[in-house]
């Protein structure tokens, strides 16, 4: 039961942390100073959920490990985020998209996650939610932005919308630990979520005027730390200064 | 991306309940949802507002910085219009 909580909380912590480590990649690059800004209080917003699961994380563990431990001294196979959050950003269109693909995830998981029977999962998700549906009224804004833009800003979006769709079934898998945590009131039944998500992205898709990819073989594999080649780079980028400097202090 | 620029907006950030709108500063936006937004993440990060209000730059009109002398000078030497001449009592303090 411990194992598994510290599983769940690890998949919460890391899936916040690649794709906010993500966006912050965008800091001093955005396409104008206001979306620069915008994607980068996101990312903000990410990295504090992912600090606040981490923290948890390790308490559960017990082994003394703080959520910097847990960030910078652990292997890809170690972690437990989504492949989505690890895809590259590519150019504005594929990280709106993958932001908003995460985001109409994030937000009805979190009001369930209010409900969790962990209070400080409860409390977590309670915070995280207020940023999350301001993150998805961003993503929203822009899927539609530019899906019903002009020409290009939409080839460019259904670009990646179909390149990214691969990695959507994985948001809603399940293994023995959502079982276990199921049972005791403590996780979300993700089967509960995917219509939630299915209605919210048509919705968008339809708005934005693009078309939902048809393709229904999905890849896998980030929850049990199985990983596509991003995250290893990803990782060397993040956890090279504490490697390096294993004194270093914030 | 086209080479054409957003337009520029003004914005204007009420800090507190029951005072009034300040101007923050200015943003590009494409139009007033946007700039909303934008304004949301470029000025109010520091938990310095409750309300925002964007306008369209090209809506402002502005007195003209020549025309200082008329405008403003003749208020100089009418001190009477400060009610400075009045006494205070000390009970009341600072007004």
């Known amino acids: 039961m411990q194992s598994a909580l510290f599983d769940y909380t690890l998949r919460l912590g890391d899936t916040s942390l690649i794709i906010g480590h993500r966006l912050s990649e ?8 206001e979306q620069d800004i915008a994607l980068i209080n996101i990312a903000l917003d990410l990295v504090g959920q992912a600090k606040s699961f981490l923290e948890y994380a390790g308490e559960v563990e017990g082994k003394e490990r703080d959520a910097d431990t847990l960030a910078y001294r652990r292997l890809e196979r170690e972690f437990r985020n989504v492949l989505l959050s ?33 209070a400080q999962i409860a409390a977590i998700a ?47 898998e399940m293994n023995e630990t959502d079982e276990m945590l199921i049972k005791e009131g403590i996780a979300v039944d993700l089967n509960e979520i995917k219509p939630l998500w299915e209605q919210r992205v048509s919705s968008i898709l339809e ?27 990803i990782l060397a980028e993040m956890q090279y200064l504490p490697r390096a400097y294993p004194d270093a202090k914030w | 991306m086209s080479k054409k620029n957003w337009p520029l ?31 949301r993440d470029v000025y109010t990060r520091r938990m310095e507002g409750v309300s925002i209000w964007v306008v369209e730059s090209k809506h402002i009109h502005a007195s ?5 002398g008329e405008l403003f000078e003749p208020a100089n030497d009418k001190v009477y219009r400060h009610p400075t001449f009045y006494d205070i009592p000390d009970e009341i303090g600072h007004m």
């Open chain 2, 9 to 39: 907006w003004e914005v204007f950030i009420r800090s507190k309940q029951g005072l009034s709108h300040k101007h923050a500063g200015s943003l590009h936006a494409a139009d007033e949802k946007m700039a909303i937004e934008n304004a």
């Open chain 2, 64 to 68: 003209n910085p020549l025309e200082q």
């Open chain 1, 126 to 172: 309670e915070k995280s939610l207020k940023e999350v549906t301001y993150h998805l009224r961003f993503s929203s804004e822009w899927m539609i932005r530019l899906g019903d833009g002009t020409a290009e800003s939409k080839a460019k979006m259904q670009t990646a919308l179909n390149e990214l769709w691969m990695f959507t079934g994985e948001l809603f």
């Open chain 1, 26 to 33: 965008w800091c001093g690059h955005g396409p104008v100073l």
């Open chain 1, 207 to 233: 708005e934005a005027t693009l078309t939902q990819p048809t393709t229904t073989w999905m890849q896998s594999g980030g929850k049990k730390g199985i990983h596509t080649e991003y995250l290893g780079y």
């Open chain 1, 86 to 118: 690890e895809q590259p950003n590519e150019d504005f269109a594929f990280t709106i998209v993958r932001q908003f693909l995460f985001d109409a995830f994030q937000y009805p998981f979190y009001q369930r996650l209010t409900q969790s029977k962990d």
